[in-house]
């Protein structure tokens, strides 16, 4: 335990977290949910849902409390509580799979806005905003920058966090490499071109990367095993 930590306090879930000192995280009373990481200008919170263990993380501005969920994936009920928990303000989804939206409906429904892309809006059940590439998101004083990734599926699109060293990747890119490209939408050679010129090619080596599915890594992690992943094809 670092000095002047309060022991009551929650830990970083993430791997590439480092301690937190801070006294004033809120703790929603959510099964599942926990503090995933943390800076002195946003928080991160994830829960795992659904079938296919899905993360949902909902990014919080530290200094003004408003947040932003990412992917309303599944257990509407939960995902529901945490929004109202953590002012959620509206909802991003970082692409169209059925499993990442099936909490669709009851976000719009309890009034909170959905974004996504043009792209993959078709297969969503309804949505109220279309996101674009290279824009920039206020989630209260904080800036979240649009990265669209197609390949995953036509529309997919990540999210970086300005001042801090975070990218929500959907399921464009995992620890050991991109997506699956099988589904309809979906394109291997599209993915790689994504990865490679759009993620390793502009941001630094720790950055944290946060997908869809599993655990953390990083860009520098990553970005050695392009080739690899080019040559054995998936």
């Given at each position: 335990?670092i000095?002047?930590m309060?022991?009551?306090q929650?830990?970083?879930?993430?791997?590439h977290?480092?301690?937190c000192?801070?006294?004033?995280?809120?703790?929603?009373?959510?099964?599942?949910?926990?503090?995933?990481?943390?800076?002195?200008?946003?928080?991160?919170h994830?829960?795992?849902?659904?079938?296919?263990?899905?993360?949902?993380?909902?990014?919080?501005?530290?200094?003004?409390?408003?947040?932003?969920?990412?992917?309303?994936?599944n257990?509407?009920?939960?995902?529901?509580?945490?929004?109202?928990?953590?002012?959620?303000?509206?909802?991003?989804?970082?692409h169209?799979?059925?499993?990442?939206?099936?909490a669709v409906?009851?976000?719009?429904?309890?009034?909170y806005?959905?974004?996504?892309?043009?792209?993959?809006?078709?297969?969503?059940?309804?949505y109220?905003?279309?996101?674009?590439?290279?824009t920039?998101?206020?989630v209260?004083?904080?800036?979240?920058?649009?990265?669209?990734?197609?390949?995953?599926?036509?529309?997919s699109?990540?999210f970086?966090?300005?001042g801090?060293?975070?990218l929500?990747?959907?399921?464009?890119?995992?620890?050991?490499?991109?997506?699956?490209?099988?589904?309809?939408?979906g394109?291997?050679?599209?993915?790689?071109?994504?990865?490679?010129?759009?993620?390793?090619a502009?941001?630094?080596?720790?950055?944290?990367?946060?997908?869809?599915?599993?655990?953390?890594?990083?860009?520098?992690?990553?970005?050695?095993?392009?080739?690899?992943?080019?040559?054995?094809?998936?």
């Amino acid at each position: 335990m670092i000095p002047d930590m309060d022991p009551d306090q929650p830990t970083p879930t993430s791997p590439h977290a480092g301690p937190c000192s801070h006294h004033d995280h809120p703790r929603p009373a959510v099964p599942g949910v926990a503090l995933h990481w943390c800076d002195e200008q946003a928080e991160i919170h994830r829960i795992v849902v659904g079938d296919f263990e899905n993360n949902v993380f909902v990014l919080r501005c530290r200094q003004t409390g408003q947040s932003v969920l990412i992917d309303a994936a599944n257990e509407h009920d939960k995902l529901l509580e945490l929004c109202r928990a953590l002012d959620v303000q509206s909802v991003l989804e970082t692409h169209g799979h059925w499993d990442h939206i099936q909490a669709v409906p009851a976000v719009r429904e309890a009034g909170y806005r959905v974004a996504v892309t043009a792209d993959d809006a078709a297969m969503l059940p309804s949505y109220d905003d279309l996101l674009e590439d290279e824009t920039v998101l206020e989630v209260g004083r904080l800036r979240l920058h649009t990265i669209c990734t197609p390949g995953h599926t036509p529309g997919s699109i990540c999210f970086r966090l300005e001042g801090s060293p975070i990218l929500f990747s959907g399921d464009t890119l995992f620890p050991g490499g991109p997506g699956n490209t099988t589904f309809e939408g979906g394109d291997f050679s599209t993915i790689i071109g994504s990865i490679d010129r759009r993620l390793f090619a502009p941001l630094p080596a720790d950055t944290i990367v946060m997908p869809g599915h599993g655990l953390d890594t990083t860009i520098g992690a990553e970005r050695p095993k392009l080739d690899e992943w080019v040559d054995r094809g998936w």
